[in-house]
């Protein structure tokens, strides 16, 4: 569904914030070499900025593909429903591509997330220290720093592999529905719904967020709430810390909004009413 500038973009992302994340690594293992705490004191701030640069370069870019996503699908005749579809094609310069409030959006959305993003792996590498620091070898002896250090670097790619696949795979998705929702916004979509992926990896909070319908000015979920569902025998809970106004709902996330015509909604209900 995603086209291929999203996609190619998204392995450019990830390529690129493994490379940070993984020299963030490396510069933990060279301060325990050298006999210090793994985190210099300006982490949060200086590698949170290496990734707020990287990603609100990209972001924006896959923004302007979901727009013109949401563009191509108001203007799907199969989709779009009905004549009243006509009265929301005010389109402008196709170029035009609202890039202004993408940029605020994706600023908005980055500026929430990411100290988190660098509060995550930084919790890693500290842990994985003082795992280290505790150890005792057989005979009591404790690990050197620079037998410290090589635990840091070992676990570093696989750990940098997975978060990079993960932040790229949702912030892209974050940008798409960004851009989508923008588009809407200025094509006088009132109603937004959401859709999943619709194949086997929509999980169980996903699954149940299909076809919930908001307006447009509103939000699926506020910050800090935590959406609870019944999955089998077992009641989940997924704690929404940013809030959600368009997907993704959680990491790996791959659900999409499309653009609801208000009308339609009315015309159900009275066919509804003449059934009764
Ligand atoms: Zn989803």
Redesign the pocket.
């Given at each position: 569904m995603r086209p291929k500038i999203a996609r190619r973009l998204m392995g450019q992302m990830r390529r690129d914030l493994n490379k940070t994340f993984l020299a963030h690594f490396t510069e933990a293992a060279e301060r325990i070499r050298a006999g210090l705490p793994p985190l210099p004191m300006d982490y949060d701030t200086r590698w949170t900025r290496d990734y707020v640069r990287q990603q609100k370069e990209k972001m924006p870019k896959i923004g302007i593909a979901g727009s013109k996503w949401a563009l191509a699908e108001l203007e799907e005749p199969t989709k779009a429903i009905g004549e009243t579809v006509d009265s929301l094609l005010v389109v402008g310069d196709p170029e035009d591509f609202l890039v202004d409030p993408i940029n605020i959006k994706v600023d908005a959305w980055l500026e929430k997330v990411a100290s988190d993003v660098t509060k995550r792996n930084a919790a890693q590498i500290q842990k994985v220290h003082d795992e280290a620091v505790a150890y005792r070898g057989p005979n009591g002896e404790a690990l050197t720093p620079s037998q410290i250090a090589r635990k840091i670097e070992k676990i570093a790619p696989e750990f940098t592999r997975h978060r990079a696949r993960m932040i790229a795979f949702t912030d892209t998705n974050q940008a798409f529905n960004v851009g989508a929702r923008v588009r809407y916004a200025d094509l006088n979509v009132t109603v937004l719904e959401w859709m999943?992926?619709e194949d086997d990896a929509?999980?169980p909070?996903?699954q149940a967020?299909d076809g919930v319908k908001i307006r447009i000015e509103d939000s699926f979920w506020p910050e800090g709430a935590t959406m609870t569902i019944q999955d089998g025998d077992v009641e989940r809970r997924l704690n929404i810390k940013h809030g959600c106004e368009n997907?993704?709902?959680?990491p790996f996330?791959?659900?999409v909004i499309l653009p609801v015509i208000e009308t339609l909604s009315v015309a159900v209900t009275q066919d509804d009413s003449t059934e009764i």
């Open positions: 999943t992926s929509v999980c909070f996903c967020m997907p993704p709902l959680h996330c791959g659900c």
